[in-house]
């Protein structure tokens, strides 16, 4: 299993260029979710969605669009960019979205620079 | 509301020496408690959970943590230091009872390990 990946690794961006951020994971998982993490903040919680056609708005959802239309992919689109959203992106995944304590499995990460 | 507090921003141990990172929580129901761990660079990583099962959790490479209801707090420990310790720590609760929709992070403790 590839486990949670994220492409790309690193993007820099213009302010008002959009984007997306792609996920994906291969563990049939119906919970996936996407943080920003920035110094001195922890993570906060962009978006999730607990299963294919349902997503729901996290800690910090201006700015960004989600959808899941299949199980494996969560993508995040930046609609236009700002210098604010420099950060780096997690995407995560868990086995399912009910109750119980179900481990998030973290991707390796997207570096982003807007400039 | 959940939240959860690490009380210290950073902490410096000596090689072989005991790891103590404190993390309080505050949660109006009987919370779901984890600890993640992040390399420089890279994603994070489960290192154990709390779940209602037996208060002391033992988690990979040493570490444990102790769930204190009465003192609302869920330290992470671990007796010998390695160099390869050195990382970003999480103390994290869950959102609403042994849900883990939204996981509420704590801002985190970054532990050195010197030679």
């Known amino acids: 299993n590839a486990g949670v990946t994220q492409t790309p690794k690193f993007q820099v961006l213009k302010t008002g260029q959009s984007m997306t951020l792609q996920c994906a994971q291969d563990m049939n998982h119906e919970y996936m979710s996407w943080y920003r993490q920035d110094p001195g903040m922890g993570l906060r919680l962009i978006h999730y969605s607990v299963g294919a056609g349902i997503t729901d708005q996290g800690e910090v959802p201006n700015g960004y669009n989600v959808s899941r239309s299949t199980t494996e992919d969560f993508p995040l689109r930046l609609l236009s960019a700002a210098p604010s959203q420099t950060s780096v992106y997690f995407c995560?995944?868990?086995?399912?979205?009910?109750?119980?304590?179900?481990?998030?499995?973290f991707g390796p990460g997207t570096r982003l620079t807007v400039l | 509301a959940q939240s959860v507090t690490q009380l210290d921003s950073h902490v410096s141990v000596s090689e072989g020496t005991p790891v103590l990172l404190r993390c309080n929580y505050s949660s109006s129901y009987s919370p779901s408690l984890f600890w993640y761990v992040q390399h420089p660079n890279k994603g994070l990583q489960l290192l154990l959970k709390?779940?209602?099962?037996a208060t002391l959790v033992k988690g990979i490479n040493g570490f444990e943590a102790e769930f204190k209801k009465s003192e609302t707090s869920f330290h992470l420990t671990k007796p010998s230091a390695h160099m390869s310790d050195a990382a970003e720590y999480f103390c994290v609760v869950s959102d609403r009872a042994g849900n883990n929709r939204k996981l509420i992070w704590g801002l985190g403790t970054s532990l050195a390990v010197n030679p």
């Open positions: 709390y779940t209602s099962a």
């Open positions: 995560a995944s868990s086995y399912s979205a009910g109750t119980g304590v179900n481990t998030q499995y």
